[in-house]
Nanobody, 118 residues
Framework: QVQLVESGGGLVQPGGSLRLSCAAS????????MGWYRQFPGKQRELVAT???????NYADSVKGRFTISRDNAKSTVHLQMNNLEPEDTAVYYC????????????WGQGTQVTVSS
């Protein structure tokens, strides 16, 4: 079992920046993908960005050029630097983990609220 703990959400004005962080409860040695999804009210969770432990990244088109995902494999942490935030980015952001050897099992954090408003 792995727990994911997020931090860094909050309220920011349009055009501002936030950095989300997520830490796994143990060191992840097997091949895996960590990242972030977000959920708007009444909608399903959608991909924001993911990064494998090998460095492969994937971004939603809506955040390309504004958000950057990074991770520290030694600490089993993943971060999301969000710049030039827009009101449309307001959502609950969830940390995500999947081991490549267990494609049917997803781990999720508890979620952190990001609100972009003036």
């Amino acid at each position: 079992q792995v727990q994911l703990v997020e931090s860094g959400g909050g309220l920011v004005q349009p055009g501002g920046s936030l950095r989300l962080s997520c830490a796994a409860s143990r060191i992840l040695r097997a091949d895996n993908v960590m990242g972030w999804y977000r959920q708007f009210p009444g909608k399903q969770r959608e991909l924001v960005a993911t990064r494998s432990n090998g460095g492969d990244t994937n971004y939603a088109d809506s955040v390309k050029g504004r958000f950057t995902i990074s991770r520290d494999n030694a600490k089993s942490t993943v971060h999301l630097q969000m710049n030039n935030l827009e009101p449309e980015d307001t959502a609950v952001y969830y940390c995500y983990l999947r081991f490549r050897a267990l494609p049917g099992l997803d781990y999720w954090g508890q979620g952190t609220q990001v609100t972009v408003s003036s």
